[in-house]
């Protein structure tokens, strides 16, 4: 090969340049690192310690989950944690595609009415909490108004009543996420190909059983989305309990999340607090891991 | 103004991919048009990048006016590109899309300016400089595009696919306007398309890609009328070239390849000697336009009678195809020739003009006939 | 899909559509409602009456009340989630911009690994956290909050950006590089101006997110640097003394006003932000 004029000198503003986008992610690479995984970590092995209003690094093994294995507080908690999220989702997925479907039949003021539907989702928790611990407070609220309007027998002591404070969690929590469900559905609604449609009712198909046979079963990517995200809302559910409830009656409408609160930072107990906060991770990881697992696979038939 | 020369140029990914460019070999001369062409995924439009410089080589050099700038940053190149979707910033409008390049460049506005002009003349959008890029049309919005490199005045164009989202008509037209532009500004070329028209119509010189390989470069027309194997002879041309596969025969010293139309045999002499190709399983090519239609009074080249089995009239031409060893033979006569389907017609073939490929490899086989000495049968070949 | 198969007659079907959507609105709209109308009764007013009675007397006393005791709090809520919105905005662009359109090696695991920060059950961070604030002399501050906040809401600005920033042509960078434009001058002169929807999409998504947070307000502010939601909890759940009930629901409406003003204003990014965070968490 000739000799050639070499032009590769880079200027040290030109290897800048190179360097640019890895020196602007390594803040957030490094967040992510110490902040997510490292905190996880560390929390992992504080549950292997006999921490408690201080952190000590005290092995103990798996003292702790067998701690919490035996705390009657924490079945409590997982209990209500299923019946809640069991309830909170099928409910809420029930009136949300319900609401999407009837949406989808050319309604006048349609924006309007989505926009009543959706405006719980804008509110905090606590709000939520807070406004629906007053309408079923029991002696002053719908209990009242009920009696008031002439159901003289109409009791409603939910909030506390231990075998039923949960229904009063999923009432909120309905109220609050059904109408993003409605979103979510109604946008894929409106992604279904017209073409299967006239074709399904050229094949003289009845409008009820398009929705049921060819349109909703075509949704099933957001049926998936909607059921991860209202999986993760109960799981992380803690604002909630804290404003209706408290936990209370006694620890009756504990969750995970309120568990994990009030043992770490009530009442001194880190280690065992630390093993509630994994198991509730491994309990999203249980859920995700399938989730991503189906997503990446479709991708790839795709 | 600027020779370009690429040498040994090779691009990995890692991880045990095979090389997307394997030892690219190119050079043009000062304003030439290079085009490389080829299929979807054959490296083209990596090399083209490479060349720009958005993305690194691993092997090899890259020279412009022989010094090498494969170091270098993409800005201090001096290379301006025209991307296939036209790539224009979207906030901007067409007079800050032209003159951004410059501004870059810290050029005096008043220069800009006069650039800006000079540009939006040439290309007659000078009624466009105030309109965001939305609001253009496609060609328009091609024009621009065109319009933001030629500002540059940079040693060298690229043009990756440029007229690919344009519909057929304004594709012609602007096909035409591109090679208009370039036979004015004489300015280095290096134009990316899988379009074989555009190979054909635009380039001075052509370079046949495939699998990270160039498998041929040469003149539009020594890739068509000479084509290094079997893949640049089936991708340059339309209709494309027939190939008929078969075994050669020797007789009296000469090969003979061994036509069969169902209806008539023919041994068609071929017109180079090389030993060894008898009784070998090769593929035979023939374009479409050099089968004719044999005259009433014998010419000496060897015939067959075939059964027409389908027709296409394109207009300028008729397209008959025929089955010659079980294959599906398309020949390209003149539209008035009186034939419909079922019709036998007697078809001929000028020896000089057939080319051989090995079955196995691809490769072309044989000493190619000089195409001058087959000339005079070309005129009478084509029989209109 | 909206059907053309609905016949436009008012049938019997279209009428229970109607009343069943209506009924949801009523439904939907109640606690609202009896928010608004118990925070302007007094506080016999709440007893005599029911929630849907209208007050006997419009009385804003209990708005007066709520904020003197968490109006404070209010402010407080506005210094954390101001600076927390733009910083987590303004690095999730940068972030989204180099993990679209400056791809390394390497930088596609990182995106999968800050993914999964949108479905971090916030619990198994909490602990570390608070030692981390303590050593760094930030516990119980507002800028301690403003902190948290930046960490661990950057993979969704993140997610946001990156996903917008995917849908643009890369050829738009490549343009721009060949044009002599740097990391920062593409970023500034060409993608952020194109990115005005996804920056309202995000800006409105983290101020939701961030007010409405209640569980790092809870653990790491106290006293004096609580955000709203914390002092709305206290002032609702406290044992002690008459329970006025009209305060509670002003104190609660103060706490919503915010973020329901910013849905009304911009509820079609609101809405964009909820499912584009949907797709992938």
Sequence with gaps: ?302 | MATLELRNVNKSYGNGLPDTLKSIELSIDSGEFLILVGPSGCGKSTLMNCIAGLEQISGGAILVDDADISGMSPKDRDIAMVFQSYALYPTMNVRDNIAFGLKMRKMPAAAIDEEVARVAKLLQIEHLLTRKPGQLSGGQQQRVAMGRALARRPKIYLFDEPLSNLDAKLRVEMRTEIKLMHQRLKTTTVYVTHDQIEAMTLGDKVAVMKDGLIQQFGTPQQIYNDPANLFVASFIGSPPMNFIPLRLQRKDGRLLALLDSGQARCELPLGFNVPGLEDREVILGIRPEQIALAPAHANGLPSIRAEVQITEPTGPDLLVFVTLNQTKVCCRLAPDVPTQVGDTLTLQFDPARVLLFDAASGERLGVVAPVQEGKDNVAQFKGR | MTSSLVPRSLSFSRLAIYSTLILACALYLIPLIVMLLTSFKSPEDIRTGNLLSWPEVITSIGWIKAWETVGGYFWNSVKITVPAVVISTLLGALNGYVLSMWRFRGSQLFFGLLLFGCFLPFQTVLLPASFTLGKLGLASTTTGLVLVHIVYGLAFTTLFFRNYYCSVPQALVSAARLDGAGFFTIFGRILLPMSVPIIMVCLIWQFTQIWNDFLFGVVFASGDAQPITVALNNLVNTSTGVKEYNVDMAAAMIAGLPTLLVYVLAGKYFLRGLTAGAVKG
């Design chain 1, 1 to 302: 090969m000739s000799t050639v004029a070499t032009l590769n000198k880079a200027s040290p503003l030109d290897a800048l340049q190179r360097w640019l986008p890895k020196l602007v992610l390594a803040p957030s690479m490094l967040i992510v690192l110490v902040g997510f995984y490292g905190y996880i970590l560390w929390t992992f092995v504080l549950s292997f310690t006999n921490s408690s209003f201080m952190p000590s690094y005290k092995w103990v093994g798996f003292a702790q989950y067998a701690r919490l294995m035996d705390n009657d507080r924490w079945w409590v908690a997982s209990k209500n944690l299923l019946l809640f999220g069991g309830m909170f989702i099928a409910i809420s997925l029930v009136v949300g595609v319900l609401l999407a479907v009837l949406l989808d039949q050319r309604i006048r003021r349609e924006g309007f009415i989505r926009t009543i539907y959706l405006y719980p989702m804008a509110l905090s928790m606590i709000v939520t909490g807070t406004a629906w611990k007053w309408l079923l407070n029991p002696g002053l609220g719908l209990d009242k108004m009920l009696r008031d309007w002439g159901w003289e027998g109409f009791r409603l002591d939910w909030l506390v009543d231990p075998d039923r404070v949960v229904y009063c969690l999923v009432i909120a929590a309905v109220w609050q996420a059904s109408g993003f469900v409605m979103a979510l559905f109604l946008a894929g609604l409106r992604s279904v190909d017209q073409s299967i449609i006239r074709a399904a009712q050229v094949d003289g198909a009845s409008l009820p059983s398009i929705y049921l046979r060819i349109v909703l079963p075509s949704l099933r990517p957001v049926f998936f989305s909607a059921l991860m995200i209202l999986a993760h809302i109960a799981i992380k559910s803690f604002d909630l309990v804290a404003a209706m409830t408290a936990g209370g009656p006694g620890y009756a409408s504990d969750l995970p999340a309120m568990f994990m609160y009030s043992f770490t930072f009530s009442r001194g107990q880190m280690g065992l607090g630390s093993a509630s906060a994994i198991l509730m991770l491994g309990a999203i990881l249980s859920i995700l891991v399938p989730y991503l697992y189906s997503e990446l696979r479709n991708k790839r038939h795709d």
